[in-house]
């Protein structure tokens, strides 16, 4: 099972970019997602986070106040819109999933089980 991430790419310092996760059949409404993103050399890094009803949601320090997580209502499908770009953003975003329950919280982003091959972000000072 293959999340499928897109809207990446080239940018100047202060645009905008939304990025956009698709989860196939297997990964539906019921499903927790989450984004990271990751540069050459460097650990994956945790972005945000989102529960299957919508209802939390949770940020990496850096992205508080600039990127913002939301999903289709009872969908497979998640957003990450980026405002207010930095070069430091430049990274392989990706996107993942794990089967929500009643008891989700968006803080618990560490064990996703379904992942994306990412989309390229880079952006130019």
């Known amino acids: 099972v293959q999340l499928q991430a897109s809207g990446g790419g080239l940018v100047q310092a202060g645009d905008s970019l939304r990025l956009t996760c698709v989860g196939p059949?297997?990964?539906?409404?019921?499903?927790?997602m989450a984004w990271f993103r990751q540069t050459p050399g460097k650990e994956r890094e945790f972005v945000a986070s989102i529960i299957w009803s919508g209802g939390s949601t949770h940020y990496a320090d850096f992205a508080q106040g600039r990127f913002t997580i939301s999903r289709a209502a009872r969908m497979n499908t998640a957003y990450l819109q980026m405002n207010s770009l930095k070069p430091q953003d430049t990274a392989t975003y990706y996107c993942?999933?794990?089967?929500?329950?009643?008891?989700?919280?968006?803080?618990?982003?560490?064990?996703?089980?379904?992942w994306g091959k990412g989309t390229q972000v880079t952006v130019s000072s």
């Open positions: 059949g297997a990964v539906s409404g019921k499903h927790d």
């Open positions: 993942a999933a794990k089967l929500g329950t009643t008891y989700s919280r968006a803080e618990d982003y560490n064990d996703m089980k379904y």
